[in-house]
């Protein structure tokens, strides 16, 4: 079983920069970010594989967001420059350990790190 805990969340104006932390507890095959912002549906930001590639991010973040690994820690962060207030929400980081499945069929979450941006 995979456990994954997310850390680096907070409050943040408009135009600001958090980075997101999610520490797993061994290997997996990927790890994605998603968040659940107010009214809306769960949506996917990212997802990087454990074994290579730069990672990939959602078209709605591109250019804001980005993601990264390190192997040696088993932590995959999601760096968030030029906040927005249509940010905010629970940010959730879910890992998945079976070869071949991407980051729609993980299979284990974490508990969530709220993000808030605002003046």
């Known amino acids: 079983q995979l456990q994954l805990v997310e850390s680096g969340g907070g409050l943040v104006q408009p135009g600001g920069s958090l980075r997101l932390s999610c520490a797993a507890s061994?290997?997996?095959?990927?790890i994605g970010w998603f968040r659940q912002r107010p009214g809306k549906e769960r949506e996917g930001v990212s997802c990087i594989s454990g074994s290579g590639g730069s990672g990939n991010v959602a078209s709605a973040v591109q250019g804001r967001f980005s993601t990264s690994r390190d192997n040696a820690k088993y932590t995959v962060y999601l760096q968030m420059n030029n906040l927005k207030p249509e940010d905010t929400g629970v940010y959730y980081c879910?890992?998945?350990?079976?070869?071949?499945?991407?980051?729609?069929?993980?299979?284990?979450w974490g508990q969530g790190t709220q993000v808030t941006v605002s003046s």
């Open positions: 879910a890992g998945g350990t079976i070869a071949g499945r991407g980051c729609d069929r993980v299979e284990y």
């Open positions: 061994g290997p997996y095959y990927v």
